[in-house]
């Protein structure tokens, strides 16, 4: 109950006067609330807790830390451009 | 971007933390305040690839654990009812109370349903007119706007069947607790980054300026922990007692407006007992007066119930980081999450739950 995880909007449709969405978690789907990020729309990509999305993810912000990050590890120099492949754990979601 | 698979690459993480071994010169002490934080920094063993100088120390930020023993009291009192149907997220169901747990009061015939979203119980009050729905609001600053949408929903909605039971505690409280300790030891925190997430970060300059401790908006998979660390690592090495936000893709400085906006609306500060730690003042969240018809407390007269904590049980000093989960001496015999004995081996975010399943003991 204590984790947010990230998800993506697939639908939008209002229930009882809320806005609902159906969310994709890598497959599996759950409905959120999205009364507190209005301006979400299909295709984005939420912080959903407990039902709820909490917190619009930002892909530009995204892209600036794990560019910094490769910067860090100097991944491009020692590996080249390829990342991603070798997570510590699959995917849970 | 999928904003989960990035954020797990080994090769990354691997790059990170050999920079936080080129960057640290001294030894720190650093808190991560969240249970979910706890649970991935042990399950992906990141504290055992730091270097020897960074102690991480585990703090109070499971709300399944911190929940007093007198709300579970209540919220068995209230669950035993036979009209009642008590909704719960999972985590609550199997912490011990004084005596029993909701789990054995389901046992007994008494209707406890675990439910995903407080949104879910709303609509069993509507399926069920002639029940009581009573839905246990527990949590941090992430649960609040859930748990207050949920009240709102239902007054619109014109339900009288539902109520909920408070138990809202909030972070900023906790750490300043944490830092005034006689005993601390900390020196720098991870901020919970779903925390941030709702509520930003503008809450921690004034608790940053008075500690002069460092704070890190931290996110949750092994790469965002291992940015948090870093981050941390350097403003303490260099002796800046400023906070940053490595949790940049999720979290603004003045975070979620609307979320707050409604926990205002139907909440209002107060002072909570924490379990194992006892009272911070203002330190959590109540129903305000207007709310009071959908306040589970007042609706089935339980107020005045209260609860001693079991003596054996250290969990208090385990959420405050003064002591490690194996320097229990009940830990792993006595208490294992098959018969816990406090809430921190009980819940799937509790430090000491996080020690047994995955046995990495550092001492």
């Given at each position: 109950m204590c984790l947010a995880v990230p998800g993506k909007i697939v639908e939008i449709k209002e229930s009882d006067g809320l806005q609902m969405a159906k969310v994709d978690f890598g497959g599996i789907f759950r409905e959120a609330c999205l009364d507190y990020v209005p301006e979400a729309k299909v295709g984005d990509y939420c912080v959903i807790h407990v039902g709820f999305a909490i917190s619009l993810l930002s892909e530009s912000e995204a892209m600036e830390t794990l560019d910094l990050l490769k910067q860090i590890s100097n991944i491009d120099e020692e590996l080249g451009p390829e990342v991603g492949q070798d997570a510590i754990l699959p995917p849970q979601w | 971007m999928k904003y989960v698979t990035e954020y797990r690459d080994a090769t990354l993480v691997k790059g990170v933390i050999e920079e936080i071994h080129r960057s640290v010169t001294r030894s720190w002490t650093i808190m991560e305040i969240c249970g979910g934080q706890t649970h991935a920094i042990v399950r992906h063993g990141i504290n055992q690839l730091l270097p020897p100088e960074i102690e991480l120390v585990h703090g109070p930020g499971c709300p399944v654990c911190v929940t007093p023993l007198e709300l579970i009291d209540k919220a068995l009192a209230i669950a035993s009812h036979p009209d009642v149907i008590f909704c719960s997220y999972g985590d609550m169901l199997r912490v011990p109370g004084s005596g029993r747990d909701l789990f054995s009061v389901k046992a007994q015939g008494g209707d406890v349903r675990v439910v995903y979203s407080p949104l879910d119980a709303v609509k069993l009050a509507k399926a069920n007119p002639d029940k009581q729905v009573v839905f246990f609001a527990i949590g941090f600053e992430t649960t609040a706007p859930p748990n207050v949408?949920?009240?709102?929903?239902?007054?619109?909605?014109?339900?009288?069947?539902?109520?909920?039971?408070?138990?809202?505690?909030?972070?900023?409280?906790?750490?300043?607790?944490?830092?005034?300790?006689?005993?601390?030891?900390?020196?720098?925190?991870?901020?919970?980054?779903?925390?941030?997430?709702?509520m930003g970060y503008h809450e921690y300059p004034p608790l940053i300026e008075q500690f002069r401790a460092p704070m890190v908006v931290t996110g949750f998979e092994p790469l965002d922990i291992v940015q948090g660390i870093l981050e941390t690592v350097r403003l303490l090495e260099a002796g800046k007692a400023e906070v940053f936000n490595?949790?940049?893709?999720?979290?603004?400085?003045?975070?979620?407006?609307?979320?707050?906006?409604?926990?205002?609306?139907?909440?209002?500060?107060?002072?909570?007992?924490?379990?194992?730690?006892?009272?911070?003042?203002?330190?959590?969240?109540?129903?305000?007066?207007?709310?009071?018809?959908?306040?589970?407390?007042?609706?089935?007269?339980?107020?005045?119930?209260?609860?001693?904590?079991?003596?054996?049980?250290?969990?208090?000093?385990?959420?405050?980081?003064?002591?490690?989960?194996?320097?229990?001496?009940?830990?792993?015999?006595?208490?294992?999450?098959?018969?816990?004995?406090?809430?921190?081996?009980?819940?799937s975010e509790g430090a000491c739950a996080a020690y047994f399943r995955y046995g990495r003991v550092t001492t």
């Open positions: - | 949408m949920s009240v709102v929903q239902a007054k619109n909605l014109g339900l009288t069947n539902y109520s909920i039971l408070v138990s809202h505690v909030r972070v900023p409280p906790a750490v300043s607790a944490v830092l005034s300790g006689p005993s601390n030891r900390v020196q720098a925190f991870l901020l919970a980054g779903h925390v941030c997430a709702v490595a949790y940049q893709r999720a979290v603004t400085f003045d975070g979620n407006k609307p979320a707050q906006k409604m926990i205002n609306t139907v909440f209002e500060g107060c002072d909570r007992k924490w379990r194992g730690i006892g009272v911070i003042p203002m330190s959590g969240w109540q129903l305000r007066a207007e709310f009071d018809a959908f306040d589970a407390e007042k609706r089935f007269q339980v107020e005045t119930i209260t609860a001693d904590e079991s003596p054996l049980c250290i969990a208090g000093q385990i959420l405050q980081g003064l002591k490690k989960p194996h320097e229990c001496s009940a830990f792993g015999s006595k208490c294992t999450p098959e018969h816990p004995l406090g809430a921190t081996m009980v819940s």
